[in-house]
């Protein structure tokens, strides 16, 4: 890495405390650990980790699915390495993981996961060609407007994450 980081190791105080939360088979991901670098912006990021984490409709599956899906689009290795062994250790099989990244496949999701990550795909690939009717035809499966938008900036924040660590992480 470019610039210095506190390895999991020599973490203390809220540092550790963040870096305990994640279990030991799947390890701390590597763009959180980047982010030590700036202890301010970390526990910020893990305010939006917290956030997601605790959500009331999008399912712990569903966040790492997107998340797995918009790093394979994006090349971002680390955090497609990390959700990857998450999946894992959520019971998919890697058959299925391999199909989370691809728009219109079959998903180990829950139809009405499908169809969210299905439009968040879509959005990455192409934003402008989102319309009124994508939105309309994934509200019709119980979602809501908010969940919409959480669902983005969470892809969002994959694609951003994914710029930081080519630029600062993958070396």
């Known amino acids: 890495m470019l610039l210095s980081i506190v390895e ?5 105080g809220r540092l550790k405390e963040i870096y305990d939360i ?3 088979e799947v390890g701390i991901p590597k763009t959180l650990q980047l982010y030590s670098a700036s202890p301010e912006l970390l526990n910020r990021q893990f305010g939006f980790i917290s956030y997601f984490r605790e959500h009331p409709r999008l399912s712990p599956g569903f966040s790492a699915s997107l998340r797995y899906a918009v790093a ?3 090349g971002h290795g680390a955090c497609q390495l990390f959700n990857r062994n998450l999946l894992r250790k959520m019971g998919l099989e890697e058959h ?3 199909q989370l990244a691809q ?5 180990a999701l829950e ?3 499908q169809v969210l990550l299905d439009f968040v795909l879509k959005a990455v690939d192409d934003p402008a060609s989102v319309n009124s009717q ?5 509200k019709a499966h119980g979602y809501q407007e908010s969940d919409l938008l959480d669902a983005m900036v969470m892809a969002g924040n994959m694609i951003s994450s994914s710029v930081v ?3 600062f992480g993958d070396r």
Request: net charge negative; charged share 35%; glycine share 4%.
């Open 96 to 98: 299925e993981i391999e």
């Open 8 to 12: 999991p190791g020599a973490a203390t």
């Open 165 to 167: 660590w080519k630029t």
């Open 111 to 113: 139809a009405d996961e």
């Open 72 to 74: 394979v689009k994006s």
């Open 103 to 107: 728009t219109r496949s079959e998903k």
């Open 22 to 24: 994640f279990p030991a």
């Open 134 to 138: 994508d939105i309309e035809a994934v």
